[in-house]
């Protein structure tokens, strides 16, 4: 039987189990899964947009990295802005690590803004890279590490990135290269995924 919330391979894979955390019942498939998620994330884009007033070090908390997540997800899934608790195909970081990772990888990126150790759009990118790298929510991590990235290189005075200029949502040449460029930066290469940041 085919399954109809069927994921790229390089994506969190909604298990059956996790669909009972649906919010809206007439979501049946992944297009309508798609639709949901895309109005949801774009009223959490609205809400982030409008704490302007937020420095970097507010927007690099706990706090604000579970809220914006809820934001984005909230109308659609249960679990929004709830740390995952089991391990899932991707990241490097086993669900116990979260509450440990999270902050001291939040703490690091304060201070590589405050001290300016690289440039603003690298900052940003290796803020995205490791929200991935820790995935810290069940699903969604992608779409929410791409937006802290783009809130914090706004606060850093620098403009939002492109992410390549489409969208990444599903399988193609586009979002290849997204996953080439953040194994890469696994491998401490971050040049690729700033380029394809800013392309």
Do not use: C
Not at 45 to 60: E, Q, T, V, Y
Not at 121 to 148: K, Q, S, Y
Not at 185 to 199: M, V, Y
Request: zero cysteines.
């Amino acid at each position: 039987m085919t399954d109809l919330f069927q994921e790229p391979d390089d994506a969190t894979t909604v298990e059956p189990h996790d669909r009972q955390a649906l919010r809206q019942s007439w979501i049946t498939n992944r297009q309508d899964l798609n639709q949901a998620e895309e109005a949801n994330i774009a009223k959490g884009f609205a809400w982030a947009n409008g704490r302007r007033s937020l420095k970097p070090d507010d927007i690099l908390t706990i706090d604000f990295v579970r809220a914006l997540h809820k934001q984005m997800f909230g109308d659609v899934w249960s679990w929004a802005g709830d740390f995952r608790t089991r391990d899932v195909n991707i990241g490097n970081v086993q669900a116990h690590r979260i509450p440990v990772d999270l902050p001291a990888m939040l703490d690091e990126v304060k201070y590589w803004a405050d001290h300016q150790t690289f440039s603003s759009d690298e900052i940003a990118v290796r803020l995205h890279h490791r929200l991935v790298e820790i995935h810290p929510f069940p699903n969604g991590n992608g779409r929410h590490a791409r937006l802290m990235a783009d809130l914090l290189i706004q606060r850093l005075d620098g403009r939002p990135f492109s992410w390549g200029s489409g969208s990444l949502k599903s399988v193609g040449e586009l979002r290849k290269r997204y996953v080439e460029a953040l194994k890469m930066a696994d491998d401490h290469d971050l040049q690729p995924l700033i380029e394809f940041a800013r392309s």
